[in-house]
């Protein structure tokens, strides 16, 4: 299958600094990406869609402000969370959309957001 | 208010015996229903279900889905202690203004010896 990977897979922050996260589409062309957050215990949250040349998408709830999501190229997105607090501490997950692949989304590894 | 629903949250099972996992569904614009396993970290693919009454096959694992009743069960026979993980239903959602998945809460299986 396709291959999406993430960068960093760990980070650890002070509060109020800003992190930034890549997701790449590595052998496919991903108009669309998503971006989860996962609590322990809890399922994925979808945060947003991130489409190639247009803003994201929210859901309900989410800060766009605190979340900000690039997505400035077919194999690239970024979520960016700014001042970032304890509480945004969380494994983040990004997943690619293969419009050629029966539109299955492809998962990356993951990134373990730990703020101090 | 698109929601997925899965049950049992969490299951205990011995090796060997048979485990029926059960989505729910309540969307507009359904696109395909879809299964994941989850371990330690992002979730691994295991079937897309779009048709109703095909029943896909991987192994140990089935799974099936009825979109007049709105379900899908996933079903894993002969279980083995390295099917202990989340399994986590999702379901794609395409419409004119939005493309999307949204998630169930997962059932948080355990296989012992």
């Known amino acids: 299958g396709a291959v999406v990977s993430q960068h960093p897979s760990r980070v650890i922050c002070k509060s109020g600094t800003s992190v930034k996260i890549e997701c790449r589409s590595l052998d496919f062309q991903a108009t669309t990406m998503f971006w989860y957050r996962q609590f322990p215990k809890q399922s994925l949250m979808l945060m947003a869609t991130?489409?190639?040349?247009?803003?994201?998408?929210?859901e309900q709830g989410v800060e766009k402000d605190k979340f900000l999501i690039n997505h400035a190229s077919l194999t690239l997105s970024t979520l960016t969370v700014t001042s970032a607090h304890p509480e945004d501490s969380s494994f983040y997950i990004c997943s690619a959309r293969d419009f050629t692949n029966y539109n299955e989304q492809f998962f990356g590894p993951g990134t373990r957001l730990t703020v101090l | 208010e698109d929601k997925v629903v899965q049950s049992p949250l969490s299951l205990v099972v011995h090796e060997g015996d048979t485990v029926t996992l059960n989505c729910s569904y309540e969307v507009t614009n359904f696109r395909s229903l879809l299964w994941y396993k989850q371990e330690k970290k992002a979730p691994t693919f295991l079937f897309m279900l779009t048709s109703s009454g095909i029943e896909k096959k991987s192994g140990r694992l089935s799974s099936i889905l009825d979109k007049k009743e709105l379900f899908s069960i996933l079903n894993i026979t002969a279980t083995q202690t390295g099917d202990s993980a989340i399994y986590l239903c999702a379901v794609d959602l395409w419409g004119t203004s939005y493309d999307k998945v949204i998630f169930g809460p997962g059932t948080s299986l355990s296989v012992i010896p």
């Open positions: 991130s489409n190639e040349g247009s803003k994201a998408t929210y």
